[in-house]
Structures are given as structure tokens and as C-alpha cells.
């Protein structure tokens, strides 16, 4: 399904030196992100915090485009570990390392042959680097290790570089009601070793540039979200053509548990559509190799789930 790379050093010379001009100064950043797109606000005094999401879905589909799995019930628990390496309120205003991992566990055994693990898809491996310079712009580097379970692929190992602007221009258009925030971020997804596509051979990259529109409720902190984004892929990425990857939107509600005490830490529950467009044919023949052996170009996921920070 993912096969070695017979050029990976180009393209991890070039990763190192993004990463390096990236972190010279500072970041974090959708849909089925395994890392956070706005920086996460923490309690003074505290260095350590703890993030688990599970979340429900009737699709398993990448942020490139792979429909994965399209069939029963796709289940997809996350668990990060943040750590504060610096706060201060100068133009650098906290350096934050993240560990952790995520998991894709479906309700439809994986056809894959001699597996123990058929419903266990993927498990993702996660360390990251962010900075967050004058409160609202945060820059990340993302390292990222794709294991199949059961053997289906090789691990592909991925670096993902990230800038985000947390803005607040448009927070007076209703004043008393709620507030409105835009939330640009753009985003560059490096193959290092071993594709993290299936109809291509050699590594490249792909860019995504988006936003996460988003509208917080003053008498009681309910978010709604509309995530949109569209994706570059590089040549060799899905295919050897500079058409755009894939669109996508959809509409995310956010709800606090607020009678749950903050010493549980804090809870929420949301849930959400998202509508993609595939565009690349490239994408459209890789998900045919794929086990959902999928054909359809414009997929509709819907998902919920719980959340818990401390």
C-alpha cells in the first residue's frame, strides 16, 4: 500500500531546513488533525497537561484525501501530552512540546491477510515543537509515524510544518452576544521515509491553506466552527499534475460541561459534518487501491465525540 522512497534525502534536507527556520522563532495548528490548530491556553503554575479525545465517525478520511474506511462505525482516540518549556510576555510567549498518539479502530474488519488485529487500522505516533510569538501567531514543526497494526504498509514517517494566526479584529461585531474569530493557518506536510499515499512512488509534500471560522456564545462558552480548507499537493505527491488536491467545509459544534467541577479538569462534547470535494485524479485512483476501495469524490463525514483537558 505505502512503498519505500527511492529519493527521500532531497526531500529530508529540505524538511530539516524548514523546520530550523520555523523554530528560530515560533506555532501550532482541522478536521481530522491529530494536533490542535490554535494554541492551547494553560493554567499559570502548571507545566504539564493532559488532552483524550474519542471520537465517532462514519468515515475515516486523511486530511490529503485517502478515504481509508467508509463502512460501520470508525473509532479515534487521541491522547496528547503538553509540556510548557517557557511562558513569558515578551514577543515570545511560550515554547510548548507535545507527545502523544492516535488511533484508527474500525467496526469493519481490515481484509488484510495473516492479521491478528483486523479492526486495529492505524496507530499514529506524535512529537511536536511549538512557539507562540506576540499571543497570536504560533508556528509548529510535527513529527508524525504512521504504523499499520496489521502489517498492511510500511511506516511512513512525515514531518508537518505549521503557521497560525489566532486573530481578533472581528470580536466587536456582536458585542454582549458572543465573539467572532477567523483563524487563518497554513500548512506543509513533508514525507520523509516511506509513502503516505498509494499511488505514487516517490516522496514530495503537500501544502494546505485554510481557516476555522469560529463563533463563541458569551452566556454559555458553545463554539461553533466551520472548518474549511483546501490542499497543493506536490508532483509525486498522489500524481504528476499541479491540480489542487481537494476542498473541503462543514460545520463543528463545540459544547462545554460546565457543571462537571474543574477539578475533573475541563470537559466538552461535540459533534460535526464535513463535506469533501476530491479534485486530484491522482487521489481518486489511490483510494480505488485502498481497502473501502472507494470511488465516490464527494464523501460527507459525520462525527462526535467527548473531550478532557487537565
Known amino acids: 500500500m505505502k512503498t519505500k522512497l527511492p529519493n527521500r534525502s532531497r526531500f529530508t534536507a529540505l524538511a ?12 501550532w495548528a482541522g478536521v481530522q488533525d491529530k494536533m490542535p490548530i490554535a494554541p492551547i491556553k494553560t493554567e499559570e ?45 515578551g514577543w515570545l510567549n511560550n515554547v510548548k512540546l507535545t507527545v ?14 495473516n492479521t491478528t488485529t483486523p479492526h486495529w487500522n492505524e496507530f499514529d505516533f506524535i512529537a511536536g515543537l511549538s512557539t507562540t510569538i506576540f499571543k497570536d501567531i504560533t508556528l509548529s514543526a510535527t513529527y508524525l509515524l504512521f504504523v499499520s497494526p496489521n502489517d498492511a504498509y510500511e511506516s511512513p514517517s512525515n514531518l508537518e510544518l505549521q503557521v497560525s494566526y489566532s486573530d481578533h479584529f472581528l470580536e466587536g461585531l456582536t458585542p454582549g452576544v458572543g465573539k467572532f474569530s477567523i483563524n487563518p493557518y497554513a500548512k506543509l506536510f513533508i514525507e520523509l521515509e516511506n509513502k503516505a499515499t498509494v499511488s505514487t512512488t516517490d516522496s514530495s509534500y503537500n501544502f494546505e491553506l485554510g481557516f476555522i471560522p469560529k463563533y463563541t456564545f458569551d452566556f454559555y462558552p458553545i463554539s461553533i466552527e466551520t472548518p474549511t480548507f483546501i490542499t497543493f499537493p506536490g508532483n509525486g505527491f498522489y500524481s504528476e499534475n499541479g491540480d489542487p488536491g481537494l476542498i473541503t467545509t462543514g460545520a463543528k459544534v463545540t459544547v462545554p460541561l460546565k457543571f462537571i467541577p474543574q477539578k475533573y479538569g475541563s470537559w466538552s ?9 476530491i479534485y486530484n485524479d491522482g487521489i481518486a485512483l489511490g483510494n480505488t487501491f485502498l481497502p473501502s476501495g472507494s470511488t465516490n469524490r464527494d464523501p460527507v463525514q459525520w462525527y462526535g465525540g467527548i473531550s478532557l483537558f487537565f
Open 45 to 89: 503554575g502548571t507545566i504539564f497537561h493532559v488532552l483524550l479525545q474519542n471520537q465517532f465517525s462514519n468515515y475515516y478520511i486523511t486530511p490529503r484525501g485517502l478515504i481509508v474506511q467508509d463502512e460501520g462505525v470508525v473509532y479515534q482516540p487521541l491522547a496528547l501530552l503538553f509540556a510548557d518549556l517557557y511562558k513569558g510576555d
Open 100 to 113: 502523544g498518539c492516535w488511533n484508527s479502530i474500525h467496526s469493519k474488519a481490515d481484509p488484510a491477510p
Open 16 to 27: 530539516a531546513l524548514t523546520a530550523t527556520a520555523l523554530l528560530a522563532v515560533p506555532a
Open 269 to 277: 462534547v461535540y459533534g460535526g459534518v464535513q463535506y469533501y470535494h
